[in-house]
């Protein structure tokens, strides 16, 4: 998509950030939305156009 008014780029990008949790762990939803938040926020540091995920034990995916 263009985004010709932008000095950083000329295209609109994304980051995006999830988690995945099987069992008890699905029924926090405090620590799904906190896990997600995180992995949100990585991705945001690493730069435009990323996706990181990470799993129920915190490791990324």
Do not use: Q
């Not at 906190?34 to 799993?55: C, F, P, Q």
């Amino acid at each position: 998509m263009p985004h010709e008014r932008s000095l950083a780029a000329s295209f609109v990008t994304i980051s995006a950030g999830g988690t995945v949790v099987n069992g008890d762990a699905a029924k926090l939803p405090e620590r799904l939305l906190r896990e997600a938040d995180s992995a949100l926020y990585y991705a945001k540091h690493g730069g435009r156009n990323r996706i990181h995920t990470t799993n129920e034990e915190g490791r990324s995916d």
